[in-house]
């Protein structure tokens, strides 16, 4: 499953994806999509336009070092973004029945939700339970694929967790 349009059926999951560099035949990045509204979709469309702003390769090192061979970069390249094929790592589709994601104590649950996580997602005001455990299962598959890449070849700077309040690379 790549580099499908975003309106696709399978562009609209969530959940984490991975780039993989097909010059170098190397996975290089992993990340994380969801949410509410129009940033739940449309990813790779970001990334494309993003890997063509001066702006945005001053912030993201991903963008410095995959920029779009269209336009003027910051040097240090590793390669073209047009060089990146996105793949779909593991998604769900909260469209459908997502609950074995977020159910506590089912019979079908996949994850266990402890109390303390519990309580800690229910601090949180932006949302309700179901969309804050479902951004948790992303952003936990989108670290486990970030440990998993080459230390050298990894352009991911984010430790995850963002809509969490833990980001530390800022």
Not at 93 to 122: H, M, P, R, Y
Request: glycine share 8%.
């Amino acid at each position: 499953m790549s580099n499908l349009p975003s309106d696709h059926t399978i562009g609209q999951l969530e959940g984490c994806y991975l780039y993989f560099d097909t010059k170098k035949k190397k996975w290089i990045r992993s990340g994380k999509t969801g949410g509410d509204g129009m940033e739940a979709y449309g990813c790779g469309k970001k990334h494309v336009a993003n890997s063509k702003l001066v702006d945005q390769m001053k912030e993201h090192e991903f963008y410095r070092q995959y920029p779009s061979k269209d336009v003027a970069n910051l040097g240090g390249a590793r390669g073209y973004f047009q060089s990146l094929s996105m793949y779909c790592a593991m998604a769900f589709d909260k469209k459908q029945d997502a609950t074995s994601l977020c159910s506590n104590d089912g019979d079908d649950s996949l994850f266990v939700w402890s109390k303390q996580t519990i309580a800690e997602l229910n601090n949180k005001k932006d949302g309700n339970m179901q969309r804050m455990q479902l951004n948790a299962v992303a952003n936990l598959w989108e670290l486990c694929y970030d440990l998993l890449l080459a230390t050298d070849e990894n352009v991911s700077v984010s430790p995850g967790f963002e809509a969490f309040g833990l980001r530390v690379n800022k």
